[in-house]
T-cell receptor, first 115, second 114 residues
Framework: QKEVEQDPGPLSVPEGAIVSLNCTYS??????FMWYRQYSRKGPELLMY????GNKEDGRFTAQVDKSSKYISLFIRDSQPSDSATYLC???????????????FGTGTRLQVTL | DTEVTQTPKHLVMGMTNKKSLKCEQH?????MYWYKQKAKKPPELMFV???????INESVPSRFSPECPNSSLLNLHLHALQPEDSALYLC?????????????FGEGSRLTVL
C-alpha cells in the first residue's frame, strides 16, 4: 500500500462547478498537509498549507484535513478553465520525527475545467 | 514568475555525454533540493542540501552528482546517463528548519537521454 493515495483522474468538470480533490494516507505521523498545483510542463507551486486537522480557506480554495480518517481534501469553488492543472497533495511529519525531512507526494489528480 | 531559476529548460544528451543542470535562487533560502519527475508521476526526491551540506541522498546512482557551490546555487552533474533517466528535473528551495511546509520549485529542466 502506498503511503499516500490520490485518484489520478482525469477529472473533467464544467466551468463554475465545485471541484473536490482528495487524498488518503496511512502514516499517522503526518501533521503538515499541502496542496500543490502543477501546470503542464511547469514546476509545482504551493496552493494551500494546513497543519493538523481543520479547514483553511483562501479565496475559491478550501483545504480540509481529517486526521482521524487520514483524509485530506481540496475544494475549488466556481472553477475556471485556468484551474486546469494537476493537483498534488503532499504531507510530512513534525520536525522531530523521521518523516520530517521529506515531503511525501500523492500521484496527482489531473483536472480539466471546460467552457 | 518563479524565483527559482533553472537552466537549461531543455537538454538532449547521449549516453556518453557529460552535462550539468543549474539552479539559482535569491530568496535567502538555505535548503535546496533536486527532484526527478516522470510523466504523470509525482516528484521523487533525489538530494537535499541544507546550509550547503548534502543532508539527504535518496540512493541516487552515482551518474548523478550534485554540487552546492554556495547558498544560492545548486548544480546537478550528469554523466553516462541511461535513456530511463529522461525526465523533468526540478530544483526547489526552502527555509530550514520549518521551511519544508513551503517548497519553491523552479520550472524544471526537461532531460532527454538518447
Amino acid at each position: 500500500q502506498k503511503e499516500v493515495e490520490q485518484d489520478p483522474g482525469p477529472l473533467s468538470v464544467p466551468e463554475g462547478a465545485i471541484v473536490s480533490l482528495n487524498c488518503t494516507y496511512s502514516n499517522s505521523a503526518f501533521q503538515y498537509f499541502m496542496w500543490y498545483r502543477q501546470y503542464s510542463r511547469k514546476g509545482p507551486e504551493l496552493l494551500m498549507y494546513t497543519y493538523s486537522s481543520g479547514n483553511k480557506e483562501d479565496g475559491r480554495f478550501t483545504a480540509q484535513v481529517d486526521k482521524s480518517s487520514k483524509y485530506i481534501s481540496l475544494f475549488i469553488r466556481d472553477s475556471q478553465p485556468s484551474d486546469s492543472a494537476t493537483y498534488l497533495c503532499a504531507m510530512r511529519g513534525a520536525l522531530n520525527t523521521g518523516t520530517a525531512s521529506k515531503l511525501t507526494f500523492g500521484t496527482g489528480t489531473r483536472l480539466q475545467v471546460t467552457l | 514568475d518563479t524565483e527559482v531559476t533553472q537552466t537549461p529548460k531543455h537538454l538532449v544528451m547521449g549516453m556518453t555525454n557529460k552535462k550539468s543542470l543549474k539552479c539559482e535562487q535569491h530568496m535567502g533560502h538555505r535548503a535546496m533540493y533536486w527532484y526527478k519527475q516522470k510523466a504523470k508521476k509525482p516528484p521523487e526526491l533525489m538530494f537535499v542540501y541544507s546550509y550547503e551540506k548534502l543532508s539527504i541522498n535518496e540512493s541516487v546512482p552515482s551518474r548523478f552528482s550534485p554540487e552546492c557551490p554556495n547558498s544560492s546555487l545548486l548544480n546537478l552533474h550528469l554523466h553516462a546517463l541511461q535513456p530511463e533517466d529522461s525526465a523533468l528535473y526540478l530544483c526547489a528551495s526552502s527555509q530550514p528548519p520549518t521551511g519544508l511546509r513551503e517548497l519553491f520549485f523552479g520550472e524544471g529542466s526537461r532531460l532527454t537521454v538518447l
